[in-house]
């Protein structure tokens, strides 16, 4: 296996990790931004009350993408080891 062969893999892997990591990122990122506006108008600084509204978002996104998530990681995956006996050598 060439040294070119590793870094598409390790690429790949890297960028496959990124695209699944990205919508729950950015949903506990809009999450914590809406969040913090409102503790900020309410002068409620509680801190239950900035870290279950965050949970909750994080939960549901999460189980709205996680059929996308899973689907995206198997056809990596698939796509990996459909094209073993490349690397094998």
């Known amino acids: ?3 070119e062969a590793i870094a598409a893999v390790l690429r ?3 960028m496959t990790a990124f695209w699944v990591s ?3 990122l950015a949903i506990g990122f809009v999450a914590g931004i809406v969040i913090s506006l409102l503790q900020i108008v309410t002068s409620v600084q509680d801190p239950a009350f900035g870290g279950v509204p965050r949970l909750v978002a994080f939960l549901a996104g999460l189980l709205l993408l996680l ?3 899973i689907a995206r990681l198997a056809g990596y995956t698939i796509s990996l080891l459909g094209d073993l006996s ?4």
Do not use: C, F, G, K
């Open 67 to 69: 059929p996308w998530m």
């Open 22 to 24: 990205l919508p729950l």
């Open 12 to 14: 790949d892997a890297l």
């Open 86 to 89: 490349r690397y094998a050598r």
């Open 1 to 3: 296996m060439t040294s």
